[in-house]
């Protein structure tokens, strides 16, 4: 039965083809039609009953019976009709007439849907060359409707228009209702449609009220600069403060740029305008050079707390060209550094900075190894002029370096790492240290590891390694001042480095040692977990590691850092530094989970108070965040962070979300604690209310509510 259906459409279809073809010779572009059964008229028309199919330029036409006028070019649709197109809009219909090519023509008692969300109910659609869809008596709405009931939001508007090519849609005298109630009446109004990525309008509003700034609404007005750039101004008023935001994003043919800042007349700080500007910008200069650049700037220390913008106390800008290559390795940059700490002054404080970087890799296939050859020049200004406190450095590092590693029998593993470091060193402004000083320094270390490797009964892989280190470095002590190497870190990366300082201002000299010891269980189908212990030794106590860096004194403390991961969404990481009675130094551990509706983040620190790397008091601090999905509308989120020091906290904050087809809704709170004299402890609260079903509201597939019966 099914095969003879088959064949007797495509039978139609070709009848159709013949009867259409006279009048259409030179017409390729014909509108097609397929039906179970074709009638042709006396007067010349062609009743397709059953089943009917249209196609014309990507637009497809569905319904049980139609009657093509030959004379009028003209389809008179009886029945319900299912019209949709390429974009996915869907036109559903109780009758219509329309012309062959289903681009002009008159639809009764319609429904139009907008990309599988937005959908416009009219008492009649008009279609107009293809381009233009105008409704009349219309209803519009992205929620769904059950049985006899109001949408949670709806627009009612005497006439409507959809721009296909602008992809807007034009309300005329329209009223915008919630729960069924008018709330807001507009002679004119016009949304983007949602298809649409980029418009011209209005955004989302968000209400907000802060305990120092009160209660205003953020209203952004997004604007687009032709297809590559964009600003979006966003107006802030509240009784304290009167604030204007600005985003400015811009693509170019090989680079992109975004500004973000805000200027405020508050009674916070009345004397004179609050601002703040940063920026970021990255181009592609071509042969692997990038040029970037980040802009960072603050009227005062309190501006961008105040008003939650940022909570950073030091400020960066700066320019960086870039080139990275298999073998070669060139930075040059320039960045100047503000200060908005309370116990620091920038004209003290380095503020200008300039860095140049070259560093070269050769492979030695004739003797083995690798060779790498890096040049380094850096220099730091302060604006003060006094002797010591305005102390102003430069230098220049050559660096030559030879490495390779062999495997013998039994698996053990030696390495064997030679370098040569030629240093110069000028300080100005400082009547204690010398104005400039030479550095040679040769060194050469070797390293012996010993892996070990089992496939366990379950099929992981079980690692442990030993590992020890010799090293030798020439040369003397830098006498330079410490103004670079002041923090130091100690972790399982340098472990077995030549110099463990962070920069090339100084170098560890003489007789060290290095122990460790690694263990790691291995597999990606369960879990994975690494234990490394590692200690440094050395012949001579270096003074510029300061008491917290752990490499202070012959001894260095005991390095201890661990690792687990696994498949069912679990991690952790810790790692600390402890003294030889085991007790901690500096610790540092986070933990994640994230598992089908839950997702954890944690962090854990303690650092002890260190007057050589201007730390007067320890930290010691948790945070914990977390977001769960209540289900497929509801999600709520938390964060706190806790100074165990103080024994209080020190910032939470907590949001809940509601979200479906036709709108999504957030509110939020946060609370910061002071923790210097010119911040004051702050609340805030938060609502963002968004539509879904146009552009600018996003899309609510994900959340669409079904009707219960």
Not at 316 to 328: A, E, H, N, Q, Y
Not at 612 to 622: D, F, G, Q
Request: glycine share 8%; with cysteine; proline share 3%.
């Amino acid at each position: 039965m099914s095969r003879t259906v088959h064949i007797l459409r495509v039978l139609t279809a070709i009848a159709l083809i013949a009867f259409a073809l006279p009048a259409r010779a030179q017409d390729a572009d014909a509108a097609l039609l397929v039906a179970d059964s074709v009638l042709i008229t006396e007067d010349e028309r062609l009743v397709a009953t059953g089943n009917v199919e249209a196609f014309y330029d990507g637009i497809r036409l569905f319904t049980d019976e139609i009657i093509y006028d030959q004379k009028r070019d003209e389809l008179i649709i009886k029945g319900a009709i299912r019209l949709s197109q390429e974009n996915g809009d869907v036109i559903i219909a109780d009758s219509a007439d329309l012309d062959s090519k289903l681009e002009n023509g008159i639809l009764r008692g319609a429904r139009y849907v907008l990309n599988q969300e937005l959908q416009i109910l009219s008492a009649q659609t008009d279609r107009v060359e293809g381009r233009y869809t105008v409704l009349r008596k219309v209803v519009a709405t992205s929620c769904q409707i059950c049985g006899n009931g109001a949408p949670i939001w709806q627009i009612r508007a005497d006439r409507a228009i959809h721009d296909r090519e602008e992809k807007q849609i034009y309300f005329r005298r329209a009223q915008f209702r919630l729960l069924g109630v008018p709330v807001l009446y507009l002679p004119t109004m016009r949304i983007p449609d949602p298809s649409l990525k980029r418009s011209t309008g209005f955004l989302v509003p968000r209400f907000f009220s802060d305990s120092e700034l009160g209660f205003g609404i953020k209203l952004p007005y997004f604007i687009t600069l032709g297809e590559h750039a964009d600003v979006t101004l966003t107006p802030f008023v509240t009784p304290v403060t009167r604030t204007l935001e600005l985003r400015l994003r811009k693509m170019i043919r090989r680079g992109y740029v975004e500004l973000n800042g805000a200027i405020s007349k508050d009674s916070l700080l009345p004397d004179s305008p609050r601002h703040y500007l940063t920026g970021f910008g990255a181009f592609d200069l071509g042969q692997s050079f990038v040029l970037s650049f980040d802009v960072e700037t603050a009227s005062d220390s309190g501006y961008r707390s105040n008003y939650g913008y940022s909570g950073r106390d030091r400020l960066g800008s700066g320019i960086t060209l870039t080139r990275v290559k298999r073998d070669v390795f060139f930075q040059a940059e320039l960045l100047n550094f503000e200060t908005l700490r309370d116990n620091e002054s920038n004209d003290t404080q380095p503020t200008v900075t300039g860095n140049v970087t070259y560093e070269r890799r050769y492979q030695l296939p004739s003797i083995g190894g690798e060779l790498r050859a890096t040049l380094g020049v850096h220099g730091h200004k302060r604006v003060s002029l006094d002797d010591v406190t305005g102390r102003d450095m430069a230098r220049v590092n050559l660096d030559l370096s030879w490495q390779d590693e062999w495997t013998v029998g039994n698996g053990l593993r030696f390495g064997l790492v030679t370098s040569l470091g030629l240093d110069s060193y000028g300080v100005q402004q400082d009547s204690t240290a010398l104005g400039r000083t030479n550095n040679v320094t040769p060194a050469i270390a070797a390293t012996l590891r010993y892996p070990l490797m089992n496939v366990g009964q379950d099929g992981a892989r079980y690692l442990i390694e030993p590992i020890a280190q010799i090293a030798w470095s020439g040369g003397s002590p830098s006498v330079s001042p410490n103004d670079e190497s002041v923090s130091s870190e100690f972790d399982e990366s340098n472990l077995l480095s030549l110099s463990r300082f962070p920069v090339k201002d100084r170098r560890e000299t003489g007789t060290i040692g290095a122990l460790g010891f690694r263990m790691a269980r291995l597999d990606t189908q369960s879990w994975s977990a690494g234990l490394t212990v590692g200690q440094v030794f050395r012949e001579t106590a270096d003074p510029s590691f300061s008491d917290s860096s752990g490499l202070q004194g012959l001894t260095s403390d005991t390095l201890l850092a661990l690792n687990y991961t696994s498949n069912w969404g679990g991690s952790f990481m810790a790692r600390g530094l402890f003294e030889a009675d085991f007790e901690p130094v500096k610790t540092e551990a986070r933990i994640a989970y994230r598992r089908n509706k839950v997702t954890l983040a944690g962090t854990y620190v303690q650092i002890n108070a260190d007057a050589a790397e201007n730390r007067t008091a320890s930290v010691a601090e948790w945070s914990l965040g977390g977001t769960y999905k209540i289900n497929r509308h509801w999600t709520a989120q938390a964060n706190a962070q806790y100074d165990l020091l103080t024994d209080r906290m020190a910032k939470t904050g907590g949001k809940v979300t509601y979200e479906n087809e036709c709108v999504s809704i957030g509110l939020g709170a946060t609370r910061s604690f002071a923790r210097s004299t010119t911040l004051v402890p702050a609340t805030t609260y938060e609502l963002a209310v968004s539509l879904r079903g146009f552009s600018t509201g996003g899309s609510g597939k994900a959340a669409r509510r079904t009707c219960r019966k």
